[in-house]
């Protein structure tokens, strides 16, 4: 019982922060919460007094350093999984001039860049000159892509395209030089998803859930704003990507030379004028008009080269726009946009029995 007094008593009063807690509760240091309470409740059970009758003294002492040792353990392995999420957001001014100069970005496993600083970069301003000087475009979004994909190494190994510098074309200029495309930057970026984590979004602390019951709904709130962080974070990503090409000398470059005028698209704001509609005592409507071949791909390239809307797809029946094809696909399924699809047909129907279309067809 000595021994066990001469070994307890000492660290019950040392200062809690100086103790090996771990090595107390037999856990490793990398250990979770959930592993930490196990080997408490385990411990627990052997040193509690009411298990040890013959040294009740010594026992209690036990049971008490294990006790102080479970709290600021479990407190602990809390911590250490968000720290990211604990630790301030870095200033958004030292973090632009970081990546201006091109300062190594840290290699530790956090939070990287978060919205906040990438909003900075949606300013013409930041930049001074279309080169690959300090303070040119080229070298800070250079430095800025680099930061980002350094930033999601850490969550998983994938390959990213470099934004490249002034002297690199759209295409690439030889097969030996593939990468040397701005093309393949922008394919790549446009379609960007992140592999962050973004357990610092957390709400509460699942740890301290005093019931299952609890826990569920407490990863649930927990899992809608990772989910709406991580969107939020995609969504601005992609949104710096179309800023910057918008205003990349080698896209500019490239739109000229394909023949895609400034005139066409600002005219009618598709990048096709529309034929003169013939004279005559029927007058087709919008929805009965079909657009010539190839006019779709033409219009976005000139829409996108001239800083048009993100608008590209367009329900003609609804009269509705769409910024990405998977809304105008989630539209076309709707029960409203079926309806009108139905309404549409018998209008035509009607208008064909007016203007007296297909009277010759018996069976009608």
């Given at each position: 019982m000595g021994a066990h007094e001469s070994r307890s008593q000492p660290e019950v009063d040392d200062d809690t922060t100086s103790q090996d807690y771990y090595t107390i509760l037999e856990v490793d240091e990398n250990a979770s919460a959930e592993e930490i309470r196990r080997s408490f409740r385990r411990l627990a059970l052997i040193h509690?007094?009411?298990?040890?009758?013959?040294?009740?003294?010594?026992?209690?002492?036990?049971?008490?350093?294990?006790?102080?040792?479970?709290?600021?353990?479990?407190?602990?392995?809390?911590?250490?999984?968000?720290?990211?999420?604990?630790a301030p957001e870095p200033d958004v001014e030292t973090v632009v001039?970081?990546?201006?100069?091109g300062k190594s970005p840290p290699r530790s496993r956090d939070r990287g860049l978060t919205v906040r600083h990438l909003q900075a970069f949606l300013n013409p301003s930041i930049w001074s000159g279309f080169d690959d000087g300090e303070n040119g475009f080229f070298a800070i979004f250079r430095n800025l892509f680099d930061r980002l994909a350094s930033d999601e190494r850490n969550y998983g190994d994938v390959d990213f395209p470099s934004f490249g510098y002034s002297t690199w074309g759209w295409t690439a200029p030889s097969k030996e030089r593939l990468s040397e495309a701005a093309r393949l930057f922008y394919n790549?970026?446009?379609?960007?998803v992140t592999n962050k984590d973004f357990v610092w979004s957390d709400q509460w602390n699942v740890a301290e859930a005093p019931d299952r019951h609890v826990r569920r709904l407490m990863e649930k709130d927990n899992k809608k704003?990772?989910?709406?962080?991580?969107?939020?974070?995609?969504?601005?990503?992609?949104?710096?990507?179309?800023?910057?090409?918008?205003?990349?000398?080698?896209?500019?470059?490239?739109?000229?030379?394909?023949?895609?005028?400034?005139?066409?698209?600002?005219?009618?704001?598709?990048?096709?004028?529309?034929?003169?509609?013939?004279?005559?005592?029927?007058?087709?409507?919008?929805?009965?008009?079909?657009?010539?071949?190839?006019?779709?791909?033409?219009?976005?390239?000139?829409?996108?080269?001239?800083?048009?809307?993100?608008?590209?797809?367009?329900?003609?029946?609804?009269?509705?726009?769409?910024?990405?094809e998977a809304a105008w696909n989630s539209h076309e399924r709707s029960k409203r946009h079926l309806r009108a699809v139905e309404e549409l047909k018998r209008e035509m129907q009607n208008e064909e029995l007016e203007l007296e279309l297909g009277q010759n067809d018996d069976d009608e």
């Open positions: 509690h007094p009411d298990k040890n009758h013959h040294d009740l003294e010594g026992a209690t002492r036990r049971f008490a350093v294990i006790q102080q040792a479970y709290e600021v353990g479990a407190e602990r392995a809390w911590y250490d999984s968000h720290r990211s999420a604990l001039n970081d990546i201006k100069t790549f970026w446009l379609s960007f704003a990772r989910d709406a962080a991580r969107k939020e974070y995609n969504e601005t990503v992609r949104t710096l990507v179309m800023f910057v090409r918008k205003r990349d000398p080698r896209y500019k470059a490239y739109t000229t030379s394909q023949g895609q005028s400034p005139g066409l698209a600002s005219t009618s704001g598709t990048g096709t004028p529309k034929k003169p509609v013939p004279k005559s005592i029927f007058v087709a409507q919008e929805w009965q008009k079909v657009a010539e071949p190839g006019d779709s791909a033409a219009d976005l390239e000139w829409a996108h080269a001239e800083g048009a809307g993100d608008e590209e797809w367009e329900c003609i029946v609804c009269n509705k726009g769409f910024r990405s």
